[in-house]
C-alpha cells in the first residue's frame, strides 16, 4: 500500500480553476507542458530540454514540510478542462512579501487562466503577505497585462538569467500592495 503525502496549503477557488496544491499523480502533464520550449523559455527556473526526473524533483519540492515556494497547480476539471491548466507560486520573502510566478500550457494561452489565477490568489492570500513582486521576460507582453489587471504597478526594468535560454533576459518588474 502506498499513502501519498498530503501538502498542507489552502485550496483556492476561482470562477473556472481551482487552485490546488501538487501531486503526484500531475507529473506526466506539468513534464509534458513545462517541457514546451515556448514555455520553459518565458521562466527563469525550467530547462529545455526538460531533464529525466526535473519534473518528479519539482513536485517532491512543492509537496515538502520544509519550503519556501508555496507551488499550486490550475485545476480546470471542474470546469471540463485539463486537471492541470499551469502552475502558479509564491516565493516567500522576508517582511511578509511573496514572488509570484505562473506558466500557462500553451494550449490554454489567451483565455484568462492566468489573470484568473493571479488574482484568485491574491485575493486568498494565503500566507498573510502584504507585499507581491512579480517579473516578466520584456517579450512577454500578454503577461505583464495579467499583472497589471491584477493591481501590480510597474517598478522598473531588471533582468533574470532564464536556464532555458542560457541567457540573462531583459525582464518588467512589478509590485502590489495590499491594503
Do not use: C
Amino acid at each position: 500500500m502506498k499513502i501519498e503525502q498530503m501538502v498542507v496549503q489552502p485550496v483556492v477557488e476561482a470562477e473556472r480553476i481551482t487552485l490546488r496544491p501538487l501531486r503526484k499523480s500531475d507529473e506526466g502533464l506539468i513534464t509534458f507542458y513545462a517541457g514546451d520550449r515556448r514555455v520553459a523559455e518565458m521562466t527563469t527556473t525550467v530547462p529545455h530540454p526538460l531533464p529525466p526526473g526535473a519534473t518528479e524533483a519539482f513536485i517532491a519540492r512543492a509537496m515538502a514540510d520544509a519550503r519556501d515556494e508555496h507551488v499550486w497547480a490550475m485545476d480546470g476539471s471542474a470546469d471540463g478542462q485539463s486537471e492541470v491548466l499551469g502552475i502558479i507560486s509564491l516565493k516567500e520573502l522576508d517582511r511578509d512579501q511573496s514572488e509570484i510566478g505562473y506558466w500557462v500550457a500553451p494550449a490554454f494561452w489567451n483565455a484568462g487562466y492566468a489573470s484568473e489565477a493571479v488574482q484568485a490568489l491574491i485575493r486568498a492570500n494565503p500566507l498573510g503577505n502584504k507585499t507581491y513582486f512579480a517579473s516578466v521576460f520584456q517579450e512577454n507582453a500578454p503577461s505583464a497585462r495579467v499583472l497589471t489587471r491584477a493591481g501590480f504597478e510597474y517598478l522598473g526594468d531588471a533582468e533574470a538569467y532564464s536556464v532555458a535560454r542560457g541567457a540573462t533576459v531583459p525582464t518588467w518588474t512589478y509590485l502590489r500592495k495590499l491594503d
